[in-house]
């Protein structure tokens, strides 16, 4: 019999219970005579983290959906007072692991990527810092949470944020400006709070940084989200090269939207509506859609099919946006239940099935990797990560169709340019983040007025039409990966170019392509970034050349199209 998702069993864990469970392992572990002994020992300890993270996630799953279920809220709390704890004993292992006198040995079996992702665990917890991290955790909740709490009264309706997607499409320019007046009314009357929180954010990670010796928050941020054979130069110079042959193509794509929807100029918000017969809208309901979609996986290939029929079948789909409910869009694994989870907000845009292939992605390979030995492999760094979600958007184009209709080569065109123009902005995310945390002694407003010198460099047709608080460099204060994931966002450029080189070749070659990409999906988190790029048969966005290469078939591709008469 099926378990559904509502019987999944969530039973808070009780501390003093798993710390004496482990400190148990540990004392085995450290009376290890041979490999094998330890190797036990890894695996019992893997089981008392897998059940920890199984309800951890279970708590954030429910609470996302429902920010006002007040026993959810409770146990997100309970884990962000006390996750904090949990990492001073994983810190415990990773030291004897790192440490084993049977390493070599372990690195032969297990890969050399476990103990290169435990060197960075270690590098970034210290038990001096557990209770900046219960900060962290504490103000990340709260920027969440206040974003969720909108209820902004427009069209008759109360509406959440992320409930506003349908309106900023609207083919009357009208309709569009007053819904970012609203939207923008409410950031406007918070803007002191987002950036509060954040200022507190910028302090807590900057004193953990420097607690743990080292230089600043970035060389943490880095520490945190594993990069592995790259540095913040390469990342700098991977910047450069979007500026150069990306931002000129995207002000040209931005002059032929004018041209397009014919307006004079382009203002904030026109851009996201891309044609005066209408944007590209998936036909049907959500039922129709996820419907469509099971055709369309059971069509593409049998692990495909057999992905989302387990998906379906055990309701580990969230997606309709509802009051209350976080926004965004994420997928999450479930350990007990080997299950991933799919979080997303529809609102009537052609973004609800790029989510659908997006997190459909991601949920596709934790799936195909999900009975890897190592846990620490279930999942790829989050650079790689992005690649499976990116390029599965790419590898759905021939059955968009069931989506579209007849709109499928305004959603194509839409969805490449749309791939494009996110380059600029992705790394200017990056790049703020980097100024933030290199000089944490900035003001809340130095902070805007950063962004906005940002803005000029990578967004230079931006016009906020004199909108508060936008043009008051305060647009990031909807990017949750600022406030909850610092440096994360760069994943979605770097693993941008690789999908797009996956395109090409799925052009070229579908089924050579789709092995390959099988392939990585299979690795799940066994080699870093650049590893796992070679085992696709691609090359590293790192690479001088790559980028120019990459984008001169996307230029071609769009230059092929009378955008005018979609």
Same mark, same amino acid.
């Given at each position: ?40 020992? @890894? ?21 996302? @959906? ?13 884990? +962000? ?57 504490? !103000? ?54 987002? +950036?509060?929180?954040?200022?507190? !954010? ?28 790259? +540095? ?83 309701? !580990? ?60 492999? @279930? ?29 499928? +080569? ?60 936008? @043009? ?85 591709? !769009? ?8």
């Amino acid at each position: 019999m099926v378990t559904k998702f509502k019987d999944y069993e969530y039973k808070r864990p009780d501390l003093d219970v798993l710390t004496e469970a482990v400190n148990k392992v540990l004392k085995a572990f450290d009376k290890s005579e041979s490999v094998e002994d330890e190797k036990q020992a @890894i695996f019992d300890y893997n089981a008392l983290m897998n059940k920890f993270y199984n309800m951890s996630t279970l708590a954030s799953i429910r609470a996302s @959906i429902d920010t006002n279920d007040k026993f959810y809220d409770e146990e997100r709390n309970f884990y +962000d007072e006390f996750s904090p704890n949990v990492s001073e004993l994983d810190n415990k292992f990773k030291k004897r692991l790192a440490g084993s006198k049977f390493r070599d040995q372990l690195e032969k079996e297990f890969g050399s990527q476990l103990f290169a992702l435990t060197d960075n665990a270690l590098k970034e917890f210290d038990p001096s810092i557990m209770e900046l991290m219960k900060e962290e955790n504490r !103000l990340t909740t709260e920027y969440s949470k206040l974003l969720a709490s909108a209820q902004i009264d427009f069209d008759g309706k109360t509406l959440s944020l992320t409930e506003f997607g349908k309106y900023m499409i609207d083919s009357d320019r009208e309709v569009r400006k007053n819904a970012t007046l609203a939207v923008q009314g409410f950031m406007g009357e918070n803007l002191d709070k987002i +950036d509060t929180i954040y200022d507190n !954010l910028v302090k807590v990670r900057d004193k953990m940084a420097k607690t743990l010796g080292l230089k600043d928050f970035v060389e943490l941020g880095y520490i945190r989200m594993n990069r592995i054979g790259y +540095d913040r130069d390469m990342v700098e110079n991977f910047r450069k090269q979007i500026e150069a042959h990306v931002v000129p193509i995207v002000s040209d794509l931005k002059r032929r939207q004018k041209e397009r929807i014919g307006v004079d100029s382009l203002k904030s918000y026109d851009s996201a509506f891309e044609f005066n017969n209408g944007n590209p809208i998936p036909k049907g309901s959500t039922k129709e859609i996820m419907e469509k979609g099971a055709k369309m996986y059971k069509e593409l290939s049998p692990e495909t099919d057999e992905f989302y029929t387990y998906m379906i079948e055990r309701d !580990l789909f969230d997606v309709e946006a509802k009051k209350g409910k976080e926004g965004g869009g994420y997928c999450t694994y479930i350990n007990d239940y080997k299950s991933p989870f799919i979080f997303s907000n529809f609102n009537g845009t052609q973004g609800d099935v790029e989510v659908l292939t997006h997190e459909a992605g991601h949920a596709f390979q934790v799936y195909s990797s999900r009975d890897v030995v190592v846990p620490e492999y @279930i999942w790829p760094t989050m650079e790689a990560a992005e690649i499976h979600s990116m390029s599965m958007e790419f590898f759905t184009y021939p059955w968009m169709e069931l989506f579209f209709e007849e709109d499928t +080569d305004k959603f194509k065109f839409s969805h490449v340019s749309g791939a494009l123009e996110f380059l600029p902005y992705g790394v200017a995310i990056d790049e703020f983040q980097h100024v933030v945390y290199e000089n944490p002694e900035l003001t809340p407003e130095e902070r805007r007025n950063e962004w906005k010198k940002i803005e000029e460099k990578y967004l230079p047709e931006t016009d906020y039409d004199g909108i508060e608080p936008l @043009i008051h460099g305060s647009l990031w204060h909807r990017q949750g990966h600022v406030f909850a994931a610092p440096f994360y966002y760069i994943d979605y450029t770097l693993a941008q170019v690789v999908a797009l080189q996956f395109w090409k070749r799925a052009n070229e070659d579908f089924e050579g392509a789709w092995k390959d990409y099988l392939t990585i999906c299979k690795l799940g988190g066994s080699l870093p970034f650049g590893e796992i790029v070679k085992s696709a048969n691609l090359l590293s966005p790192f690479e001088d050349g790559t980028l120019e290469s990459t984008i001169a078939h996307v230029k071609d591709f !769009l230059n092929t199209i009378d955008d005018k008469n979609l």
